[in-house]
């Protein structure tokens, strides 16, 4: 699956990705090349199955 990505300008430092569909995943890379790397590895970590946080309540 794919997710769109901007990617800004990090200072003088390289770059930082931010994902629209993903709130929490932010990647940073040194270069363009290492910023991709870490971008996929970064949605692959975010859109791993979540353990459910819930109880089921029964009325």
């Known amino acids: 699956m794919q997710y769109p ?3 800004h300008r990090d200072g003088d430092n390289g770059f930082r990705a931010s994902f629209p ?4 995943a932010v990647a940073r890379g040194h ?11 970064v949605v692959r970590t975010d859109v791993r ?4 946080t819930h109880t089921r ?3």
Not at 21 to 24: A, F, G, N, S, T
Not at 49 to 52: D, G, I, L
């Open 31 to 41: 270069s363009f090349d290492e910023l991709k790397r870490n971008a996929q590895e």
């Open 57 to 59: 309540s029964h009325l």
């Open 21 to 24: 569909d993903l709130p929490r």
């Open 5 to 7: 990505l901007y990617v």
């Open 49 to 52: 199955p979540q353990r459910a």
